[in-house]
């Protein structure tokens, strides 16, 4: 076995002076009690007592606590507790991210026990010097940043591997396919080291169930194969963070497998994954930060969530029509140069119901240039985190752009900004954490909307002036940029700053009401593009009730409400329509008649009262207006095509309506 050094058990502290001789003081080392920590299943996953409440930093941590075998540390169980050495049980298999992270220890022992060493256990530790592997070891995974002690990591002493290893330790390796055999020495604690091993196919002791879903994986294998079902229970899920953080460099999904929901296994070392073909649908960062390069869509899936495949080093996607949903930054941080086979710039484009590429939309960018020219002038859009973390250093963007969506240019290198004189709005931080120290506006402007911290943490930049928009439909005069709190702003000096909108005075378009003798107070004389108006009924007419609002003077089209729904322009006319009490048109046919129908030239109206007399044709344009008496009246137009025409007859409240045609 290797030389080891190993810990006292305890410390003395000797103090002299002329009078006298103060005798040696003994602190033992404290044994972690049932108070001191939860314990759940046999994992210990939280530490209740501080550091100020031990007499020591040398604790011990017994295989038996609250009755039940100590098997795993979880996260961050014992971070921040002031410890300066600890000796593990030898029952203990799991040590979590964390665990003894801001503490002051100096070695430790890993038990042969261990099978899995969690990520940055001895985190921001500067006094970490040594690690030692006891013989026999049952280590499987070394993840990354296991053994990583911050700014000492120089300071560490070479670790070395015990000669006598279990059998499946034989041959670890690294992420850079670098070989090392038992007993060689390693000093690169950065990297995740795995044992080489058999697939393991994972069974009731190695997830727990939720109805057909697997929802957490609580066994430490780098392979693993996922069956049809386990223990008799079909599995047709990858629950949510079921693998997450998992160290797992391969997996293989049975063909049952239709849902991988969010996180599902983000953050481990998979190099390749084959979907099945059943899948449906892909959750949110369900394979974010791998190592996949190459990707198969199968023709069942529908839908692909944000940053699903995030940070990967893919390099050809077949993406097939069946795909309905493409989330925002799905394939970002990628290599992406096919796409089906054709060569690619990496721009993702939103899907159409239909399947085809809406190509006024970009939701991801997983490409390789770091400077963008690309944009074609059809993109109106730049959706949401859709060039994130790119490492971007320009880009020119086309006449087109109408919305840079929120944190559409997050950390990336970006150093100066040319924005177009089409982008109306710019969304919540949409450039922030690049190191920009200069931006403009091309003219004329049209920008309307500045979301909140647009270019925050670029500290080069310091000030944004804002620009004075040209104007938009509906809106006349300018009133400025003012804040979510109604306060008016010029310059952005704080690049935290709030969200300003661009302020115009909108339009008054009049509304005009037919038909009525006494309006209702209730509806408006004129309104605005900002206005979302519902029509009252006008004051009744004696003998009549009233049949509803039309916008045309014929009684074709009634109105939906709401009558004038916001974003409307333009003069508007209502016509009331009424009917007697009977239910009979007002039109009065017995007092009114209109003849010979058809006609050629002269129209005879005879009728007991005075009208005013409009005639229309199909098309609603005015062809003749006058007034006529009761009696025999002739009208004449005859210079009018032949066709279908309205003679609209009104006196007072009453209008009556009439078809003809003119041969």
Request: glycine content about 6%.
């Amino acid at each position: 076995m290797k030389s080891r050094i190993f810990r006292s058990i305890s410390k003395g502290i000797v103090t002299t002076s002329l009078c006298f001789l103060v005798p040696l003081t003994v602190y033992s080392q404290y044994t972690i009690k049932d108070s001191d920590v939860v314990v759940v299943g046999g994992v210990i996953t939280a530490c209740t007592t501080s550091s100020t409440e031990w007499e020591t930093g040398d604790i011990i941590i017994p295989d038996f606590l609250d009755g039940q075998v100590v098997k795993e540390l979880g996260e961050r169980t014992f971070e921040l507790k002031g410890i300066t050495s600890v000796s593990l049980p030898q029952s203990l298999e799991i040590i979590g991210d964390r665990c003894f992270a801001i503490n002051n220890m100096v070695e430790l022992i890993i038990p042969k026990s261990i099978i899995f060493l969690g990520r940055d256990l001895f985190a921001a530790m500067n006094s970490m010097r040594n690690v030692y592997f006891e013989d026999q070891s049952n280590i499987r995974i070394i993840s990354a940043g296991a053994l990583f002690v911050g700014s000492c990591v120089n300071c560490m002493n070479p670790i070395t591997f015990p000669d006598n290893v279990n059998p499946d330790f034989s041959g670890y390796r690294n992420l850079n396919s670098l070989a090392f055999e038992p007993g060689d020495t390693i000093k690169d604690l950065l990297n995740c080291f795995y044992a080489e091993m058999p697939v393991h196919t994972l069974s009731q002791e190695d997830v727990i169930m939720k109805d057909s879903a697997i929802s957490d994986f609580i066994s430490r294998y780098p392979k693993i194969s996922i069956p049809a079902s386990i223990n008799g229970i079909p599995v047709n899920t990858i629950g949510a963070q079921a693998f997450l953080n998992a160290s797992v460099i391969e997996v293989q999904l049975s063909d049952a497998i239709e849902y991988i929901h969010t996180n599902a296994f983000n953050n481990n070392l998979l190099s390749n994954v084959i979907l099945p073909d059943g899948l449906k649908e892909i959750g949110d960062y369900a394979f974010s930060r791998n190592r996949l390069t190459a990707l198969d869509i199968p023709a069942t899936l529908k839908s692909i969530g944000p940053f699903a495949f995030f940070n990967n080093d893919i390099s050809s996607i077949q993406l097939p029509e069946t795909v309905l949903s493409v989330g925002n930054a799905a394939f970002n941080g990628n290599q992406i140069i096919t796409i089906n086979g054709t060569v690619t710039d990496g721009l993702i484009f939103n899907r159409l119901s239909n399947g085809s590429w809406d190509s006024t939309t970009i939701v991801s960018y997983g490409g390789v240039a770091d400077t963008i020219n690309f944009i074609p002038q059809t993109v109106k859009t730049l959706g949401d985190n859709a060039f994130y973390n790119s490492n971007l250093n320009w880009v020119v963007f086309p006449e087109s752009i109408e919305t840079i969506g929120i944190a559409a240019f997050f950390n990336n290198s970006l150093d100066s900004i040319v924005l177009p004189s089409s982008i109306v709005r710019l969304n919540q931080q949409a450039f922030s954490a690049n190191y920009i120290k200069k931006v403009s506006f091309k003219e004329p402007c049209h920008l309307e909307f500045f979301g909140l911290g647009i270019f925050n943490q670029n500290y080069q930049l310091d000030s944004v002036v804002l620009p004075v928009p040209l104007g938009k439909f509906g809106y006349g005069k300018y009133l400025g940029w003012f804040d979510d709190m109604g306060d008016s702003v010029s310059v952005i000096k704080n690049m935290w700053n709030r969200p300003c909108e661009a302020k115009f005075e909108p339009i008054r378009y009049p509304i005009t009401y037919e038909n009525v003798t006494v309006n209702s107070i209730y509806n408006p004389d004129y309104y605005t593009i900002e206005s979302n108006y519902y029509l009252d009924e006008p004051e009744h007419i004696p003998e009549y009730r009233f049949a509803g609002w039309f916008t045309d003077p014929f009684f074709n089209d009634t109105i939906s409400e709401p009558a004038i729904p916001r974003g409307s322009s333009g003069d508007i006319t209502f016509y009331a329509k009424w009917e007697n009490s009977t239910g009979i048109e007002q039109s009065a046919e017995k007092t009114v008649s209109v003849y010979p129908v058809p006609f050629r030239e002269v129209l005879n109206i005879s009728v007991t009262e005075p009208y005013d007399v409009t005639v229309y044709d199909a098309a609603g344009v005015i062809h003749h207006h006058m007034v006529i008496e009761a009696g025999n009246n002739t009208l004449n137009i005859e210079k009018s095509q032949p066709g279908l025409y309205f003679i609209r007859l009104k006196s007072g409240t009453r209008t009556i309506m009439k078809k003809v045609i003119l041969e």
